[in-house]
């Protein structure tokens, strides 16, 4: 599966490629802004991306910001509970920066800010059983994320990547039906900011209506305030509306809209971010 480079830059992390041609800085330190400035200009010079998103602190919006740079989100409180987390944009594609969606989306939003929708959901006469996920489950782990997702912005199909990150720390969380994983979902931690991504949350499409999305990222979110964890959010699909309906009826809070931010189902697709004050 095609993907995107990792690169760390001293205490900090970028993406970039081409397949979801952009440039992604994911985190920053204080100590790194103008290496992370140099590297994100030469790359910018080098390959021509489409879009350039930075996830910064509020306190260095003046060092990263640009006259074309828009705040497309922020998460309240992101670092340690007390700094927002502001998401900069800038794009070098006048049709990447236009969402067609638009409205589709803004009305999802308002759907599900307002609970407009009464909940549906099928009862199962199995038992569910929720549990952490080891590198035993690694290849039926990637079977679900290959029915789910025709394309994704990590190779999460791919048994290397899921062993790497898995023995990096990230925990992914699986959904049991007589011993057959049919949901899965993992917690990518931001240690310095003390902020978790409730992240890759799938169910097999013969299980959905359960109320086993529900189930995973309740118990998910458990886990983390018992690793005191201030600040959850997630990076969702903006125009399917059942996943937003999932984040938005457990208390998350609407953060903003990322253009066509990721190609994911097998195009480039804008993306809702929804946030959350775990403590």
């Not at 059983?129 to 997702?149: G, H, P, Q, W």
């Not at 048994?159 to 990096?168: A, G, V």
């Amino acid at each position: 599966m095609e993907t995107d480079f990792l690169v760390t830059i001293g205490k900090s992390l970028i993406q970039h490629g081409y397949y979801n041609n952009r440039i992604y800085l994911i985190q920053v330190h204080p100590d790194d802004i103008e290496l992370i400035l140099h590297r994100i200009n030469y790359l910018q010079l080098v390959y021509s991306y489409e879009k350039i998103i930075l996830k910064v602190p509020r306190s260095l919006e003046r060092d990263f910001k640009t006259p074309d740079t828009r705040i497309e989100a922020r998460i309240p409180g992101y670092y340690q509970g007390i700094e927002d987390a502001l998401f900069l944009s800038r794009f070098f594609n006048i049709r990447r920066a236009e969402e067609d969606g638009f409205n589709k989306i803004q009305r999802n939003i308002h759907t599900c800010q307002n609970n407009l929708l009464p909940p549906v959901q099928k009862n199962y006469s199995q038992e569910i059983r929720i549990r952490k996920a080891d590198t035993s489950d690694i290849s039926e782990l990637c079977a679900l994320y290959k029915k789910v997702f025709e394309t994704y912005p990590f190779p999460i199909c791919e048994p290397y990547y899921l062993k790497k990150i898995m023995s990096s720390g990230v925990p992914f969380f699986v959904a049991e039906i007589s011993n057959e994983v049919i949901g899965a979902g993992s917690c990518e931690i931001d240690a310095h900011a003390s902020a978790v991504e409730m992240s890759d949350l799938a169910v097999n499409p013969k299980y959905r209506g359960y109320g086993i999305s529900k189930i995973l990222l309740s118990f998910m979110e458990k886990h983390m305030k018992k690793n005191h964890v201030k600040t959850a959010f997630t990076i969702c699909r903006a125009e399917p509306l059942q996943i937003n309906r999932l984040f938005s009826g457990f208390g998350y809070q609407h953060g903003g809209t990322l253009i066509k931010n990721t190609n994911i189902c097998g195009k480039f697709e804008s993306m809702n971010i929804w946030y959350k004050n775990l403590t």
